[in-house]
Structures are given as structure tokens and as C-alpha cells.
């Protein structure tokens, strides 16, 4: 295998907006790239017919994770089952990246540090010690977090978490 491919690469099937969702990511995230852009030629597919010279995928890297989006057609469609997790060190940080990611996106996906974004991706933002607390040895620690995680309307407020981890 080559060694520049990453092992395991997600791969974002969209219906034509792969270019536009990889630029909006890229512009969000820092360390982040589109990498190559690959085009239709001239074959052609029964179930998706595509115009020859336009976008069929968009390689990128977020964080230095390296992503593919696809112009595949409008048979399939995101949903909550798979979701990118961004791990957040602050509570601005959590504010940047929720309203980055949710700008123009499903406002009534959004619960629990969950949101959709414009083009229908599911994101968790959270903070980076939430894992930390949610299992720690102390249970009545954990269970306290995870019952101010789970009465978070939308966006996660650090301070609250922190908060019920400390009693």
C-alpha cells in the first residue's frame, strides 16, 4: 500500500455538492486541505448520468484526517447512525465549531452537543475530558455528567459539566 494513503478513509457520499461541502470543512478546520479533485470523462452511468468535466470526487484532509467526498447521486442520504466527533479544549472552541458546523443546518437535529450541518453530516462537539468524566471510577461522578449531558438542549455548556464532575 502506499504509504501516503491513510488506512481507513471516510468517504461522504453526496448528491453534486462534494466540492462545496470539502471547501466549507476546510475552511473551518485548521491543518486542513482539499488534496485533488478527480472529474467525470466521458462514461457514463445508467442510474447517476453525469455532464463530462464535472466534479466526481473531492479528496481533503481535516486535522490531518483524510476524508473523500463523492458526487454520487441523490439515492442516498446522511442520517444520525454515523457522525464525526470534534474534540474540543475549550468552551470557545465548542462555540466556534458549533456555530461553524450548524451554520445553515438542521436546527431540530440539534441536542446533546449533536447537530446536523447544511449538507445533512451529523457532528458531535464536545468537549475533549468529557470521555474522562462519563467513565470515571467514581460513578456518582460520571452519572452526575452524564445527567447534565443529557439535559443539554443543544449546545454543550463546559462550565455545567465541569460542574457536575466536581459535585
Not at 501516503?4 to 462534494?18: C, T, V
Not at 442510474?47 to 484532509?61: D, Y
Request: proline letters at 4%; aromatic letters at 10%.
Amino acid at each position: 500500500m502506499n504509504p501516503s494513503i491513510q488506512k481507513i478513509s471516510p468517504n461522504l457520499w453526496f448528491n453534486n455538492e462534494a466540492e462545496e461541502a470539502a471547501r466549507h470543512y476546510v475552511s473551518i478546520f485548521n491543518d486542513s486541505k482539499i488534496t485533488r479533485v478527480t472529474h467525470h470523462g466521458s462514461e457514463q452511468n445508467e442510474h447517476h448520468p453525469v455532464e463530462e468535466g464535472t466534479v466526481m470526487t473531492v479528496e481533503f484532509q481535516l486535522e490531518g484526517q483524510q476524508f473523500v467526498a463523492l458526487n454520487g447521486g441523490p439515492q442516498f442520504h446522511f442520517t444520525e447512525a454515523i457522525s464525526f466527533i470534534v474534540h474540543c479544549e475549550s468552551q470557545e472552541e465548542i462555540d466556534y465549531y458549533w456555530e461553524k458546523l450548524g451554520e445553515g443546518g438542521d436546527e431540530k437535529a440539534q441536542v446533546c452537543g449533536w447537530l446536523k450541518d447544511k449538507f445533512g453530516v451529523s457532528w458531535q462537539v464536545v468537549p475533549a475530558n468529557l470521555s474522562t468524566m462519563i467513565t470515571d471510577p467514581d460513578r456518582a461522578k460520571a452519572e452526575k455528567v452524564m445527567k447534565a449531558l443529557l439535559q443539554t438542549k443543544t449546545k454543550i455548556d463546559l462550565r455545567a459539566l465541569e460542574e457536575a464532575y466536581k459535585g
